[in-house]
Structures are given as structure tokens and as C-alpha cells.
């Protein structure tokens, strides 16, 4: 089944700085990743995904590419704000099946 | 605007209990799912189910079951619970097949913290 390994667990930015968070996957099958942001005390919302036939996508200040090759894919995240502040979780499925093997979490803190 | 509602935010039960986490969905969803959350292990898939009486076993099943009467509501059920089950239970649900047309993202519910004494 899927593995997904997610680095770091944990990254303190100054605001204004960039931030990266990687993660890596096992099955070469998986061709949709998406990224949940959860702030403090709150569900996981969607704020980005990207599926295999593009290799990046932005929204904003926030970006996701992705190296099938390699089977891995990266969150970026630029001119952080401290709202910016809570724990993003990267995910992997084979399109059209039902689940989504998520890793490990990044808590990512932005200080003022 | 609460479209997945999990029906306790905090449970505290004794060890061998029976437990019985409810939620319910009001967007029509096909799927549903049960994750667990902890600390340095993410979200974890329990189990799911993608139709009424259906149920697929996700990563970590043991020690848990489900039942899914109508489509709104996936039940989750740990049948003699554990002081290692204490975590936080997390609901969600999607339209059909994730990612299978661009709009299958994952609705999660505002989570149930359980704590096995």
C-alpha cells in the first residue's frame, strides 16, 4: 500500500521568509496530492492539490510541484504571515480510488 | 455552514467500555471516512465507506468497527475500548472517488477527542 513520508516535523520561519515542506511517496500508482492546512483546535481544510499530468500549481502565495520521477512533492509557501501559523499535512491516492494515505504532519510556526 | 457534524467533541469512557462515535454528513456525500489523529503519526485511515452498507478497511482497522445504515451517517464503534484507542477520532467525507473530478475533497468534521481511563 501507499507510505507517505512527510520533512520536517516541525519549521520555524521568521514572517516574511519562505517555507518548503517535502514529502515523498511509495506507490507509483498515486497521481492526485493534495495539502491540508489545520490550524490550532481546527479541522483540516484543503487549501491546494495537484494532480500528475502538471508538475506545478500556484494559488497565490502558496505553491505545490511535484517530481513523478522521483515520487515526491513539495508544499511552498512564500512571504509567510503569522496566520500562516498551523500543522500542513501532505496526501497521496491513485486517482478514482477512494482514499487518501496522508503523512505525518509539519507544524509550521511563523513568528512576528 | 457545518456540513460534517461529529456528535461529541470530548468523551471520556472507562477501560472495556463500548463506544460509539456518530457523524453526519448534509452534502449528499458518497464517502465517508474515520481517521485517527495523533501526535507525530498524522492521520491515520480507520476505515471507509463508499456506499450505503458498504465498509473497506483502512490502515489501522483492529479494534474498531463501523456501520453505515443511511448516507449521512457513518458510526464508528470500538467494541471494548483501550487506554491505547485514546485519541483524537476524526470524521470526513467526500462526493465520490477523491480526486476523480476535481471537486472530491475531503470535509472533515470538528473531531471527537476520546480519553480511555
Known amino acids: 500500500g501507499e507510505n507517505v513520508e512527510q520533512h520536517p516535523s516541525t519549521l520555524s520561519v521568521q514572517e516574511g521568509d519562505s517555507a518548503v515542506i517535502k514529502c515523498t511517496y511509495s506507490?507509483?500508482?498515486?497521481?492526485?496530492f493534495p495539502w491540508y492546512k489545520q490550524e490550532l483546535g481546527k479541522r483540516p481544510q484543503l487549501i491546494i492539490d495537484i494532480r500528475s499530468n502538471v508538475g506545478e500549481k500556484k494559488d497565490q502565495r502558496i505553491a505545490v510541484t511535484l517530481n513523478k520521477t522521483a515520487k515526491h512533492f513539495s508544499l511552498h509557501i512564500t512571504e509567510t504571515q503569522p496566520e500562516d501559523s498551523a500543522v500542513y499535512f501532505c496526501a497521496a491516492s491513485p486517482l478514482g480510488f477512494q482514499k487518501l494515505v496522508f503523512g505525518t504532519g509539519t507544524r509550521l510556526l511563523v513568528s512576528p | 455552514d457545518v456540513k460534517v457534524t461529529q456528535s461529541s467533541r470530548y468523551l471520556v469512557k472507562r477501560t472495556g467500555e463500548k463506544v460509539f462515535l456518530e457523524c453526519v454528513q448534509d452534502?449528499?456525500?458518497?464517502?465517508m471516512f474515520w481517521y485517527r489523529q495523533d501526535p507525530g503519526l498524522g492521520l491515520r485511515l480507520i476505515y471507509f465507506s463508499y456506499d450505503v452498507k458498504m465498509k473497506e478497511k483502512g490502515d489501522i482497522p483492529e479494534g474498531y468497527s463501523v456501520s453505515r445504515e443511511k448516507k449521512e451517517r457513518f458510526s464508528l464503534i470500538l467494541e471494548s475500548a483501550s487506554t491505547n484507542q485514546t485519541s483524537m477520532y476524526l470524521c470526513a467525507s467526500s462526493l465520490r472517488g477523491v480526486g476523480s473530478s476535481g471537486a472530491n475533497v475531503l470535509t472533515f468534521g470538528a473531531g471527537s477527542r476520546l480519553t480511555v481511563l
Open positions: 506507490d507509483s500508482a498515486s497521481n492526485y
Open positions: 452534502m449528499d456525500h458518497e464517502n
